[in-house]
């Protein structure tokens, strides 16, 4: 290949992340995951802003799975807070100290702090800061720290068909085998939850349904509901949601780390079908936590192509599945790793191929004021109905919990065990998929915010000789070409390493 | 009303040597060949199909023919698509690397897990369409994961040439869909369902589109240009 281009330096391979389990095991309880609060109140006058910062600096949970070195420097290495690359603990305090100067000591209404929580959540590379909870118990919080949350089992599950050894596939004799290591769940769909938690909190509650607006929040004289207490989402909204997933009755586990060994590839036409599901999975997370949807299909970690998917492995089960960034998802990861292997496989080489995936956190979660108002429209009867009963009682608005389905930091690796190596086509330059040569924007605890266009960061390094990664300087003006482009030739080891844009 | 005509396909018994629709085989240049070359590995093109654009369902479509092939990468995406537009009457340059190859690969079909490439003529059942609106067409409830497509608008279903596209990925939809300044030319889509054995059950061919894909191509009013556009879940 004549595009090759590389840079001179080498480094070692990343230390893999030490997983070190949560006593409580992979699936945390939700109330573990809520960040520490601030009382609203409390710190509107709060004069010392060290209250806010000790009540506030803890990280999400999933940072208790790995050791502080693995995913940032120590403090001492930066002096300035508004640095992505500053800890998670440095960058929230210094928020909480830069909100208390915008507040100034002066009452706040919902509309002002939301726009300066959102000062401060740019300023400071924050993945989220809301206000969460009511009246008296509503609190600030301020998230940081994505991308760290590991699915962890104890129990392998190994995709071979049954009676795919008895059958004497060559695949299978070849040593092939494809497992998940790392998973969790199963879990709901994140529609069925949104429904679920909905229905269970407001069926049956009155309302005011006619003249919500004239119900003062509070008001110490309690007023009855006009008669309608509220019904089931189900039969008064069919096809009118914004979600794809709400009556999906399955559950599905979450994927963490897929491995494989293949010697053999799919050949014409798919083996299965399953990963629709999964990008509606995504698009629903979307819809949940901003109200639009569109980012994502479902993806494979292992491609079905690579492997003998028609007589000896299973490749879609729910464990090799994962919402994925549709153009990541292809052409980009196609072209990068999927093709490439599947063409060395097809020349009579061995791979192993491992992908792991990980999450900005296990849950997230959203208030039923803000999701009632990302699934239907102001004029819908069953929201207008909701609105009115969360007015008439504010404590109906206690955040709801959801699992976190779509991951923000992908890395495969494919490794030549005997045959031939690995060489690419030309992988093109994508304006949603930015390739970068920094390894430190795509690792997996650094901060990653896309603006624009951009839907993932990726970076591709190769190993010809086993002595260590080189990195791939990445797209190049090729001469008369539109855009630029990249490709590697003839490697031993390719790693994909990739940041993908996820909400919070 | 809109009109468009159902495609059946129909196994050919013998080599198509005309300039006609037809899936598979080798395509029937009407000018120079100009077999389309793949950005990613620099090898030919897959040919799929090639659309004649007769007056009766593309007027004033200047006797042209339409060449759709994909790249060898799966699944199949607008990315690794490609069209080459030929007319009787103008040379109309080609928009992406080309050889001048007479023949090259074709979409192979699977008969009993055995890989063969077959060729298929089509016949054609005019349809007139009502006309709906494009975000009319298609609803969510009209896809189930376990049935695959319900569509309400069965006339606009299926595989047909020009009519009216359905739009499936409830996003704003491309230009194509929109705009007049575009013309159907071809949708592959089932009538209803979806899978037959993990394959589509609306084409006899290889042509993986991923889940619950379906294919539109398109052609510019100018005749110059046409595009192939998937629409993927």
């Known amino acids: ?504 | 009303m809109p009109k468009s005509a159902k495609i059946s396909f129909v196994l050919a018994d013998a080599q198509v040597q005309q300039p006609v629709t037809k899936f598979g085989g080798q395509p029937v240049w009407i000018g120079a060949p100009t077999w389309p070359i793949d950005d990613e590995f620099g090898e030919q093109m897959i040919f799929v199909a090639q659309f004649a654009l007769t007056p009766d369902l593309f007027p004033g479509s200047k006797e042209s023919v339409v060449y759709l092939f994909v790249a060898a990468s799966e699944p199949v995406t607008t990315d690794t698509t490609t069209c080459i537009v030929q007319s009787a009457h103008a040379a109309i340059p080609a928009t992406c690397k080309t050889t001048p190859e007479l023949t090259g690969p074709s979409v192979i079909t699977l008969r009993d897990e055995v890989e063969e490439q077959l060729e298929y003529a089509v016949t054609l059942q005019t349809v007139d369409e009502p006309t709906v609106a494009l975000a009319d067409r298609f609803t969510k409830s009209e896809l189930s994961l376990k049935d695959g497509y319900q569509f309400r608008h069965t006339a606009l279903a299926g595989c047909k040439l020009a009519g009216q596209p359905i739009y499936v990925e409830q996003q704003q939809a491309p230009e194509y869909f929109r705009n007049p300044d575009w013309v159907h030319i071809c949708q592959l889509a089932p009538d209803h369902g979806y899978f037959a054995q993990f394959q589509p059950n609306f084409y006899p061919f290889v042509l993986e589109l991923g889940e619950y894909g379906l294919l539109n191509v398109f052609i510019n009013t100018d005749g110059t240009r046409a595009v192939a556009y998937v629409q993927s879940l």
């Open chain 1, 1 to 504: 290949m004549s595009l090759q281009q590389h840079q001179p330096r080498k480094h070692n391979p990343p230390a893999p992340n030490r997983v070190t389990p949560h006593p409580k095991g992979a699936l945390q309880d939700a109330a573990d995951h809520s960040p520490a609060h601030a009382h609203l109140t409390a710190l509107q006058r709060m004069a010392d802003t060290r209250q806010l910062a000790q009540d506030d600096t803890r990280e999400d949970v999933t940072d208790k799975t790995k050791s502080p070195e693995e995913t940032q420097p120590p403090d001492a290495a930066y002096s300035d807070p508004t640095s992505p690359d500053a800890p998670a603990d440095l960058r929230k305090r210094a928020a909480a100290d830069k909100l208390k100067d915008l507040m100034a000591g002066a009452a706040q209404t919902k509309d002002s702090l939301t726009k300066l929580l959102q000062v401060v959540a740019d300023r400071f590379h924050l993945s989220a800061a809301r206000v969460e909870g009511e009246g008296k118990t509503a609190k600030v919080a301020l998230y940081a720290s994505p991308a760290l949350f590991i699915p962890l089992t104890t129990a392998p599950i190994s995709g071979q068909f049954a009676g795919a050894t008895a059958a004497g596939r060559t695949s299978v004799a070849n040593g092939d085998y494809i497992r998940a290591t790392n998973y969790d769940g199963p879990f709901e769909a994140p529609g069925k939850q949104a429904f679920d938690q909905i229905e269970s909190r407001f069926n049956g509650v009155p309302t005011f349904a006619s003249t919500p607006a004239t119900v003062s929040a509070g008001s110490k004289k309690k007023k009855k509901g006009d008669g309608s207490a509220l019904a089931s989402t189900v039969p008064n909204n069919p096809g009118s949601e914004g979600l794809w997933t709400q009556y999906e009755a399955g559950t599905y586990m979450r994927a963490g780390t897929v491995e494989a060994l293949t010697s053999v590839k799919r050949g014409a036409g798919r083996s299965g079908t399953g990963e629709t599901i999964f990008g509606r999975f995504g698009y629903d997370e979307e819809v949940i936590l901003s109200g639009m949807g569109g980012f994502y299909n479902g993806g494979h970690m292992v491609g079905d192509q690579l492997m003998d998917s028609k007589k000896a492995f299973s490749l879609y089960e729910d464990w090799n599945l994962v919402p994925q960034v549709a153009t990541f998802n292809s052409p980009v990861y196609t072209s990068a790793l999927e093709n490439p292997i599947v063409r060395a496989v097809e020349a009579g080489a061995q791979i192993r191929y491992t992908v792991r995936v990980q999450y900005p956190d296990s849950t997230y979660t959203v208030l039923p004021s803000v999701l009632i108002a990302r699934l239907y429209a102001a004029t819908d009867s069953y929201r207008t109905h909701v609105e009115a009963a969360l007015t008439y009682d504010p404590t109906l608005n206690a955040p709801f919990t959801f699992r976190r389905r779509v991951p923000g930091f992908w890395q495969a690796t494919a490794e030549v065990v005997t045959g031939p190596n690995i060489s690419s086509g030309n992988i093109k330059e994508r304006f949603t998929e930015i390739y970068d040569d920094d390894a430190t924007k795509v690792a997996a605890g650094a901060t990653y915010t896309p603006t624009g266009f951009e839907r993932v960061r990726y970076m591709l390094e190769t190993d010809d000789d086993g002595t260590g990664y080189t990195v791939s300087t990445g797209p190049q003006p090729v001469d008369g070409v539109f855009g630029k482009s990249y490709d590697y030739d003839d490697q031993a080891k390719v790693q994909m390493t990739a940041r993908q844009k996820t909400l919070s």
